[in-house]
């Protein structure tokens, strides 16, 4: 094997550490989806597209000459109504209905996203200057951008306060209780449609938190929505809906692969090696499950 | 009945061999439109029959257009070098090795993506629902990466595809011959799926879509009717891309060949607004659409996409079942179905 990141192993510390703090963030963008996907049974294509125009609030907050690292802040309060507005305007009439009405209208919101970014913000590759700095880790073989450090960390405490919020607030389980059973929920009092575009809000607030972060660490442009959608799908199915530490860790997983495959197979390939393994853990799934006569539901 | 039939049809196929003496103008359009039709029928095939919405076929019309111009440069000519350095100025094709080229091209283009269909059949279509639609979605976006990344088909540079013979002097040739290859291949299309529609196939099919389980516990082997089914589907979207490709001459991995955003969704928006699971639907959609986009889209350049994706959501939200399902409801004894009047007035006292 002649792969350069097998025979320098400071090569390995340094995407393992990038994979672990770029997936923290993935996670962040995969909860949205699971909350979402449980609460209102809905495949949101568009996820990725929200998570860019979260980044491009922060970005337009960096041109404006306030620090991008507010846009975690701003950006999760702006696309809360954006989220809201969307759920008015489309989502709610594809709720109850198949699952693949629902794919395709928010593939066609996205499309539309899309194309608004690319006339507002242009098609050029951006990204918001945080002035963090790198640390040095191990004689200076590991450079770590600290902006990658505060955006795994903001994560997290965006995760657990939404965890608590879930917990302990009227809304949290009014939510929880809609995703257990939407007709029971109805009956005793609580008001679904509130709570489904509160739960698209909420989604819609952590794409934007995310997007915020990525400003940051990674660059934007208008036309990388879907790989967000992808590898945030690919993490709900591996995780499961709604269970948290699940969703961390095969977000730190996927991370972590993304880092490798960039190494192997080379930077070009990397966008490609993503949906290739959608694609194998699905089938993997499928043979698993035929195994017992059962597919995927 | 039979009689209505055989002028339509005829009327039909003399008008598609006329259409480009008299629009002489808009072969390329007409070409687009054969083709739209044919990758809409054959979604329809396994989207609206079988029930397995696919993102995915633009995988095969991605594969076939590079099929074929590979076929084409590589059966005379090293195609790396092709590839490399703007081979089309290096090397020309004879009249002859041209039209040999792209005849074994396109043969190649239908019979390898159907095989490839086939191949991941077995495992893909085990996936249900909107997993098959998903995966579908990836495996199509996963094909334009990695197209964009192997060198020897021009990588992100891209691959032109062989210039039409500069010895036919007849500036008219190059349209004629894409069109009527096209045309044949919708014709070609067309009798296969109406055959299809005749038979115990699309009974099977159906039977998949209502309900796998059902159909399974009935004896069917579901899984060989479905993979037969996407081949077939693959099948015509290979030689789809093959035309175009030569059509337009210049394959890009994600913007021409393997394009999601466009062919990908194109195909299933055009079944959907004809009507999902019927033989003319998909038809009166792809050219209802086809003259929508040229109609509208050179006075609102730019937001095409913006206007795509509104046009979109409000197909799917408002209108699902599509203009033959619309159709259908309001005039249901033309497709034959016969109402019970007293089932129908009670029905409605029910409600």
């Known amino acids: 094997m002649d792969f350069l990141i097998f025979q320098v192993p400071m090569l390995m510390v340094q995407a393992s550490m990038d994979g672990i703090l770029l997936g923290i963030l993935f996670a962040l963008i995969a909860y949205g989806m699971a909350l979402q996907w449980g609460v209102m049974n809905i495949i949101n294509i568009a996820q990725g597209d929200l998570v860019i125009l979260g980044g491009y609030i922060a970005y337009t907050m960096y041109l404006a000459g306030i620090h991008p690292a507010w846009g975690v802040i701003v950006s999760p309060i702006i696309m809360y109504f954006v989220g809201w507005a969307l759920y008015k305007l489309v989502i709610n009439k594809v709720v109850d209905r198949d699952l693949f009405i629902s794919i395709l209208a928010t593939f066609g919101i996205a499309i539309v996203f899309q194309q608004l970014m690319n006339f507002i913000f242009g098609a050029d590759v951006v990204v918001a200057q945080s002035g963090y700095g790198t640390t040095m880790l191990f004689d200076n073989s590991v450079t770590l951008p600290n902006s990658k450090i505060f955006s795994a960390f903001i994560s997290l405490v965006y995760a657990i306060a939404l965890v608590v919020y879930m917990k302990k607030s009227r809304l949290g389980r009014a939510i929880r209780a809609t995703a257990q059973n939407a007709r029971a929920a109805k009956i005793l009092g609580v008001d679904t449609e509130k709570v489904y575009a509160a739960t698209f809000g909420i989604n819609a607030a952590l794409c934007g938190i995310a997007g915020a972060l990525i400003s940051i660490t990674l660059t934007l442009h208008p036309y990388v929505g879907l790989p967000y959608t992808v590898r945030s799908f690919m993490i709900v199915i591996v995780a499961g809906l709604g269970n948290l530490p699940a969703v961390a860790i095969s977000g730190m997983g996927l991370g972590l692969f993304e880092e490798f495959a960039d190494y192997i197979l080379g930077t070009e390939f990397r966008i490609g090696a993503v949906f290739m393994l959608l694609v194998f853990i699905l089938v993997y799934r499928r043979f698993k499950l035929s195994k017992k006569r059962e597919y995927l539901k | ?351």
Request: proline share 3%; charged share 15%; aromatic share 16%.
């Open chain 2, 1 to 351: 009945m039979k009689q209505k039939d055989l002028i339509l049809y005829s009327g039909l196929i003399i008008l598609g061999l006329a259409a480009p003496y008299l629009f002489s103008a808009f072969k390329v359009q007409l070409t687009y439109l054969c083709v739209l039709i044919v990758l809409a029928m054959t979604w329809n095939l396994q989207g609206g029959e079988m029930g397995y919405n696919s993102f995915g076929n633009i995988l095969f019309y991605g594969l076939g257009m590079y099929l074929t111009a590979s076929v084409q440069v590589g059966m005379f000519f090293p195609l790396a070098e092709w590839t490399e350095s703007g081979g089309e100025k290096t090397f020309v094709h004879t009249t002859a090795q041209y039209f040999q080229g792209i005849g074994v091209g396109l043969l190649v283009s239908a019979i390898v993506p159907a095989l490839v269909a086939g191949a991941i059949g077995y495992a893909i279509l085990g996936l249900r629902g909107h997993y098959f639609a998903i995966c579908t979605l990836g495996l199509g976006i996963a094909a334009g990466e990695i197209a964009g990344g192997i060198e020897i088909i021009g990588a992100g540079q891209g691959f032109t595809t062989p210039p039409f013979p500069a010895e036919i002097v007849d500036p008219e040739a190059r349209g004629k011959f894409f069109y009527f290859s096209s045309f044949f291949v919708l014709v070609l299309a067309f009798i296969f799926v109406k055959y299809i529609y005749g038979s115990r196939f699309r009974l099977i099919l159906n039977a998949i879509r209502d309900n796998e389980d059902k159909a399974e516990a009935m004896g069917i082997q579901t899984m060989k009717y479905k993979i037969v089914g996407w081949m077939v589907s693959a099948f015509f979207c290979g030689l789809a891309g093959g035309i175009m490709g030569g059509l337009i001459g210049y394959i890009d991995s994600t913007d021409v060949a393997f394009d999601g955003r466009e062919m990908g969704v194109f195909m299933v928006l055009m079944a959907i607004l004809g009507g999902k699971g019927t033989l003319w639907g998909p038809i009166i959609g792809a050219t209802l659409f086809h003259f929508f986009k040229e109609g509208l889209w050179t006075f609102i350049l730019g937001w095409q996409y913006v206007a795509l994706g509104v046009l979109i959501v409000v197909i799917v939200i408002y209108f699902p079942e599509g203009l033959m399902g619309w159709l259908r409801e309001k005039y249901p004894e033309r497709f034959g179905e016969v109402i019970d009047e007293k089932d129908r007035k009670s029905q409605v006292e029910l409600k």
